[in-house]
């Protein structure tokens, strides 16, 4: 069964950075994406990127700071985030379709369960 686990997550000050990363098992995706929900509003879209890394997509809000990359000898997604601001505090999910990348959640079949980032000012 195919299983996303994401890790990472943290409490940090603003200007701070980390870096999550997302753990495929089970299956073999072509595409992966950082989703992100912060309470009280919807998910968001934060990153995307294709099989051959040649392809990715941010959320402008996240452009030039955060940066999606992937190791696929270890089926692994990650979210390098520097600069972080209060405002990118959220849980941060990761997704992944055997499609086409893609900026949309509805195009995602797999997600993980989360991970906490807490951005302090």
């Known amino acids: 069964q195919a299983q996303l686990v994401e890790s990472g997550g943290g409490s940090v000050q603003a200007g701070d950075s980390l870096r999550l990363s997302c753990g495929a098992s089970g299956r073999t995706f072509s595409s992966y994406g950082w989703f992100r929900q912060a309470p009280g509003k919807e998910r968001e879209f934060v990153a995307a990127i294709n099989w051959s890394g040649g392809d990715a997509y941010y959320a402008d809000s996240v452009k030039g700071r955060f940066t999606i990359s992937r190791d696929n000898a270890k089926n692994t997604l990650y979210l390098q985030m520097n600069s972080l601001k209060p405002e990118d505090t959220a849980t941060y999910y990761c997704?992944?379709?055997?499609?086409?990348?893609?900026?949309?959640?509805?195009?995602?079949?797999?997600w993980g369960q989360g991970t906490q980032v807490t951005v302090s000012s």
């Open positions: 997704a992944a379709t055997r499609g086409r990348v893609s900026t949309q959640g509805l195009s995602y079949g797999y």
